[in-house]
């Protein structure tokens, strides 16, 4: 994208020069478990290119790799635009992060771009 879906910065994962299926991470702080609770991931994505990879949203407790869920994925060549989505995040027992995951497309037609990123409940 050419601009910022809000203010002036945005966070980019570049396709070119990586190889098929490489990912990005982005992990969030730690949220308390209450935060969980009727809660949603709100944010504004960019996925357009004709090679286009996957952008994976998941959620884990705190320090435990196997607790690690994928609630959603998104995937294939959208609009020419920001897009905003919204993830049901499941109540945790326990301290718990989300994530941003990005995989590479099968060429340098595959850049991600993510903004705007909200935990919210009610």
């Not at 969980?36 to 949203?57: E, I, N, P, Q, T």
Request: aromatic content about 12%.
């Amino acid at each position: 994208p050419n601009t910022a879906f809000e203010e002036r910065k945005y966070i980019y994962m570049e396709a070119s020069m990586k190889l098929e299926n490489e990912t990005a991470r982005l992990e969030s702080p730690v949220y308390d478990e209450d935060k969980s609770v009727d809660a949603c991931l709100k944010f504004a994505f960019y996925m357009h290119g004709v090679d286009m990879g996957v952008l994976r949203v998941g959620q884990k407790l705190e320090g435990i790799a196997d607790s690690e869920e994928i609630l959603e994925e998104l995937s294939g060549n959208f609009d020419d635009t920001w897009l905003t989505a919204f993830v049901d995040i499941k109540p945790m027992r326990g301290s718990f992060q989300f994530f941003l995951e990005g995989q590479v497309g099968s060429s340098y037609l595959s850049d991600i771009a993510v903004d705007a990123i909200q935990l919210m409940q009610g």
